[in-house]
C-alpha cells in the first residue's frame, strides 16, 4: 500500500527528545521522551489517497521535517 511517512518534530516534546520535571524549586530531573524514545522526532504514515499532491499534504503538516513517498 502506497503513503506517505511524514517526519515532524515530536509534540510530546517539541522536539527535544527529552523533558523535565521539577520536584522542587531546588532540583529537575530529565527524562527522555517515552513517545519520541529521545530521538525528538516521530514519524507518521498518511494514505496517499487523501492527498493529491504532497504540496497538498504539507498544507496539513507545514512543520513537518521530511516527506517521503513509500510506495
Known amino acids: 500500500m502506497t503513503h506517505y511517512d ?4 515530536c509534540p510530546e516534546c517539541d522536539g527535544a527528545g527529552s523533558y523535565g520535571i521539577t520536584l522542587d524549586l531546588s532540583s529537575s530531573i530529565e527524562h527522555e521522551c517515552p513517545v519520541c524514545e529521545g530521538i ?19 498544507l496539513d503538516y507545514p512543520t513537518a521535517l521530511n516527506v517521503r513517498l513509500v510506495a
Open 6 to 9: 511524514v517526519t515532524i518534530n
Open 40 to 58: 525528538g522526532s516521530t514519524t507518521l504514515k498518511e494514505a496517499t489517497e487523501l492527498y493529491e499532491n504532497t504540496q497538498e499534504l504539507l
